[in-house]
């Protein structure tokens, strides 16, 4: 059974290109301290948030045919879900476009959405450079894992993007400029800037994000690795 806490009805920047809602599912395997949706992942908050039914949210959806165009999956971390493939297909009966956000930590299953076309794009995160990998996802993540589902994408049978969310006091420029070798070359991939809100770990939420300049700077630097490269600030 999927588990949704909640649902954003209209999007115009989280699926590109497509006018789309956002459904977000409950859990997650990480635990990135500056994560903006705890009450998605700790189970202590998981318990006191909301939840939507899958009826309501297919009512939802037969109401919005023909005035949304895709659908975000987004969480929390889908793909943890082993029904994730039967939700997705119902998405698709209704004649949605689908992305799917990921943190990469389940490459067996984005295999089976891609070969199955049950998927259109790939948000995939790539939270830190190697070495730091496991610090920024609270120890949880698997390289290989990472490395899998990277490959995977680059293989190019769904369009896909990597991003990173970049803040002060987990990346340096040369931590952005490490991620750009290690996945480059690639086909997109966006920076985008740390907004100073709720954060799993509250010491977070004090921090300043870097000046919209530098971030340009880093991507400037970076270009090369990708066929498209920008900062979202
Ligand atoms: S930011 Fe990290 S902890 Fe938060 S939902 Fe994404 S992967 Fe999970």
Redesign the pocket.
């Given at each position: 059974m999927i588990e949704i806490g909640g649902i954003q009805k209209t999007t115009l920047i989280d699926y590109p290109g497509q006018v789309a809602a956002t459904v977000f599912l409950i859990g997650?395997?990480?635990?990135?301290p500056?994560?903006?949706?705890?009450e998605?992942?700790l189970p202590e908050k998981i318990k006191s948030q909301p939840r939507l039914s899958e009826e309501d949210f297919f009512k939802f959806l037969k109401e919005r045919q023909g005035l949304l165009e895709g659908i975000v999956i987004c969480?929390?971390?889908p793909t943890i879900n082993k029904d994730l493939p039967e939700f997705i297909k119902k998405i698709k009966d209704l004649e949605y476009l689908v992305k799917l956000d990921t943190?990469g930590?389940n490459p067996q299953m984005l295999r089976k959405l891609i070969d199955e076309k049950l998927i259109d794009y790939v948000a995939m995160?790539i939270?830190a450079p190697k070495e730091k990998y496991g610090m920024v996802?609270?120890g949880k993540a698997s390289l290989k894992d990472i490395e899998e589902s990277v490959k995977i994408l680059k293989e190019g049978k769904v369009d896909y993007e990597f991003r990173t969310?970049v803040l002060p006091t987990v990346h340096t420029k040369e931590d952005i400029i490490n991620i750009a070798k290690w996945i480059g070359p690639a086909k997109s991939y966006f920076l985008q800037n740390f907004r100073a809100e709720k954060t799993?770990d509250q010491k977070f939420e004090k921090i300043k994000p870097y000046p919209e300049e530098l971030l340009k700077e880093i991507q400037k630097e970076i270009s090369p690795y990708f066929e498209v490269c920008k900062a979202r600030v």
């Open positions: 997650c395997n990480f635990r990135c500056f994560c903006y949706s705890a998605l992942v969480g929390g971390e943190n930590s995160d939270k996802t609270g969310t799993l």
